[in-house]
Structure formats: C-alpha cells, structure tokens
C-alpha cells in the first residue's frame, strides 16, 4: 500500500473552510484515497474516498490531483465540532472480502483545530 | 438508533483477570473488526471477521479471541489481563466496502 504523509497539525478559523492536504506520491493505479477523523475520545469516522474523479457528500470535498500523487480534503465551513485528528489512508478496493487485504491501517494524521 | 454499540463504555480490572467486550451493529453489515488504541493514540487493527473468516493480525497475542455468536455480534474476550493491555479498543463493522467502516464508540480498558 502507498504509505501517506500529513501534516501533523492544522489550525482553521470557524466558518472558514479547511484544507487538508495529504501526499502519497506512490499510489497505484488501483488504490483509493480514504479519510476518516477521530473526534476525541470517540470512535473513527468515515468521511469520503475516491479514485481519482473529485468527490463531494454531506461531510466534505475530496480533490485528487491529475497525478493522484496527492489530495486535499476539505471542510467547507469548518465548526468547532470539526475539531478532530483526520487521517489520509490509502488502500486497494478488491470490491468484496479478500483474506487479508481489507484492513485500514491508521497514520499519525492530522490534528485539526477549529479556532473561534 | 445507534449503529455501532460496545458495552461496557469502562472496564477496570486487575491483572491476571479474564475479561469481555461485547460489540453489537444493527446496520446489517457482515464484517466486523476489533481494533486497539494505545496511550500514543495509534490504531491497530487486532481482528477481522466475516462469516466465511477470521483474519487475525498476527501480534495479537493469542489471549485475545473474538466470538461471533451472530452475525450482528463480534465479542472480545481476553485472558489473563496484563498491564500492557490498557488502552482504548474499538470495535467496527462495514458491507461491501471494507474500508468504509462505522466504529463503536469505545471500550477503556485499564488493567491495574
């Protein structure tokens, strides 16, 4: 899998949009670009993934670049309930269960904090 | 409603003891996993487990076992506590997609 870096901490006023930049200059053509943020104390959460086409849901923006070598997650109107650690992770979608393939593996991250 | 539940929220105990997380989803997704966060806050993946396979991440020491009583169930039992088994363990499920999963909120395990 390629290995991601992040930027291990972020500042963002509240109301302003945030961006999250994460490098993974050895992706393969078949892997995904996933993020999840952990909100103190509670369990992970599942934010958006892609490929390589720009995705958006209720959550956030996800921009990949031509390359895929890096993408950006962003927070459009960033509250303080944002405030969490995001993680980049990057994995091969086999589309179904495949024995010892399907685990996320979870980096330092980003801390961001979403200033009043 | 909650999608993922672990129970108990604590548990502390004291070394040498035997005890169980109990994980429940009602999303009805057919894998779930176990995973630990330690002091440093990393988190690794122990278990995955569907209803064809247990996956297991081979530096989890065998006193850890998983039990799926069901298909919405995955409990986590371990044997003869030791102090390095304190931490933060969650429990996750997902469908089709492995990699999005939804997390429980948490088990803090101390062992004294």
């Known amino acids: 899998d390629a290995k991601t870096t992040q930027p291990p901490s972020m500042d963002c006023a509240e109301g302003r949009a945030a961006n999250l930049p994460c490098n993974h200059s050895t992706i393969s053509g078949n892997e995904y670009v996933y993020w999840y943020r952990q909100i103190h104390s509670q369990g992970p959460q599942y934010i958006i993934h892609?490929?390589?086409n720009n995705e958006t849901n209720e959550m956030a923006s996800l921009i990949i670049t031509e390359d895929r070598k890096s993408s950006t997650l962003i927070l459009p109107h960033a509250t303080l309930r944002d405030t969490a650690v995001y993680y980049c992770?990057?994995?091969?979608?086999?589309?179904?269960?495949?024995?010892?393939?399907?685990?996320?593996?979870f980096g330092t991250g980003t801390r961001l904090t979403v200033i009043p | 409603d909650t999608a993922v539940s672990q129970t108990p929220k604590y548990l502390v105990t004291q070394m040498g003891n035997d005890k169980s997380i109990k994980c429940e989803q009602n999303?009805?997704?057919?894998?779930m996993y176990w995973y630990k966060q330690d002091s440093k806050k990393f988190l690794k993946i122990m278990f995955s487990?569907?209803?064809?396979?247990?996956?297991i991440n081979e530096t989890v020491p065998n006193r850890f076992s998983p039990k799926s009583p069901d298909k919405a169930h995955l409990n986590l039992h371990i044997n003869s506590l030791e102090l390095g088994d304190s931490a933060v363990y969650f429990c996750?499920?997902?469908?089709?997609?492995?990699?999005?999963?939804?997390f429980g909120p948490g088990t803090r395990l101390t062992v004294t």
């Open positions: 992770i990057v994995r091969v979608y086999f589309g179904r269960y495949q024995t010892g393939a399907n685990n996320l593996f």
């Open positions: 996750a499920s997902s469908r089709v997609n492995p990699y999005e999963q939804y």
């Open positions: 487990y569907n209803n064809k396979e247990l996956i």
């Open positions: 892609g490929l390589k």
């Open positions: 999303l009805g997704h057919d894998t």
